[in-house]
Nanobody
Framework: QVQLVESGGGLVQAGGSLRLSCAASGRSFSTYAMGWFRQAPGKEREFVAVISWSAGDTYYADSVKGRFTISRTDAKNTVYLQMNSLKPEDTAVYYC??????????????WGRGTQVTVSS
């Protein structure tokens, strides 16, 4: 079993920055890719970014490429999402996800409870 706990969400003005954190615990998470997804009101959950277990490979949704950066600690137990130049359309609940061996836009089976990000115009 893997537990994921997100933090760092909040309210920010357009153009501002936030850094989300996801702390992982439990067995075997260090060999999984880790990623972030988001869900805006009335919309389906969508892929945001993913990082391989070695941190050597990262992939981003086109909508966040160049503005968001995903990273993970050397111990592999924490993943971050640095979000810059935030836009109102980035407003969503952001979820940490893991469980896939390879970095992919398909989510793994483990989810955090989410953290709200609200960007005001």
């Amino acid at each position: 079993q893997v537990q994921l706990v997100e933090s760092g969400g909040g309210l920010v003005q357009a153009g501002g920055s936030l850094r989300l954190s996801c702390a992982a615990s439990g067995r075997s998470f260090s060999t999984y890719a880790m990623g972030w997804f988001r869900q805006a009101p009335g919309k389906e959950r969508e892929f945001v970014a993913v990082i391989s277990w070695s941190a050597g490979d990262t992939y981003y949704a086109d909508s966040v490429k160049g503005r968001f950066t995903i990273s993970r600690t050397d111990a592999k137990n924490t993943v971050y999402l640095q979000m810059n130049s935030l836009k109102p359309e980035d407003t969503a609940v952001y979820y940490c996800n893991t469980g896939q061996w390879l970095p992919t836009t398909t989510p793994g089976v483990y989810w955090g409870r989410g953290t709200q990000v609200t960007v005001s115009s």
